[in-house]
């Protein structure tokens, strides 16, 4: 899945707030730009509280640090690259507050996202310190994971394909073809391949191969109780 960097980067933007000049952030560490603790090997570093980077620095250091923060996720999860685009978006934004080491220290939450129980995640991250240093921004990513388990990252129109995806897997036990889902929802093929194609993106479905039934869930089994655990 490709990561929407742009929509990350505001995201995570917006959460720590952008400074040009040199300050003390709330673990007592020279900080600038957004949200960039000062390290030795940075040309910054002996920059005084107070002095200044350019704009054009600050945005160098933030592609930087996305960059550091998406690996990071993608050696801490086994399955990161399997999840949710909004997930991913998530657990970056942790990384790229939280450090990795902190990060993969949540190894109950890292259990419950590797197996995509969305709920049990969001318990985690709710019975934390995390949450209690930054509660308004814990909150907020807690109540974006919690939002995975009622498909609440899908548009109406791809949830109501992906739960007939669903449906013809649980009556026929293969795959509908496009034709299929055009006829059951009374849409347009092409409708149901751009939606197919906008699932995939998200990670709800599978890469298809060549054949005409090969429409599925990343994870079937998980999927399937996500949309009708209560039946």
């Keep these: 899945m490709t990561i929407d960097i742009p929509r990350l980067s505001q995201e995570i933007a917006a959460d720590e707030g952008k400074r040009l000049d040199v300050y003390f952030c709330s673990e007592n560490v020279r900080t600038v730009g957004i949200g960039h603790m000062l390290k030795e090997s940075d040309p910054e570093f002996s920059l005084n509280v107070g002095d200044e980077i350019t704009d054009e620095r600050c945005t160098e250091l933030f592609t930087q640090d996305v ?111 496009l034709r299929d889902l055009a006829e059951q929802l009374d849409i347009f093929q092409n409708a149901a391949k751009e939606t197919v194609m906008r699932l995939e993106e998200k990670n709800y479905l599978a890469p298809r191969n060549k054949r005409a039934r090969s429409i599925m869930p990343i994870n079937l089994k998980t999927h399937v109780r996500k949309f009708y655990a209560e039946g």
Aim: net charge positive.
């Design 67 to 177: 960059a550091i923060a998406t690996r990071d996720c993608a050696e801490i999860f086994d399955t990161f690259f399997e999840l949710p685009r909004e997930a991913q978006h998530v657990l970056i934004n942790m990384a790229f507050q939280l450090g990795r080491p902190r990060l993969a220290g949540f190894k109950k939450f890292k259990a419950a996202i590797e197996a995509q129980n969305w709920v049990e995640a969001a318990i985690e991250m709710w019975d934390s310190k995390w949450r209690k240093q930054t509660p308004e921004r814990a909150t907020r990513l807690r109540d974006r994971i919690l939002a995975l388990s009622r498909g609440e990252d899908l548009t109406t129109t791809q949830r109501r394909v992906y739960e007939a995806i669903v449906d013809f897997w649980k009556e026929h036990q293969c795959s509908p073809s």
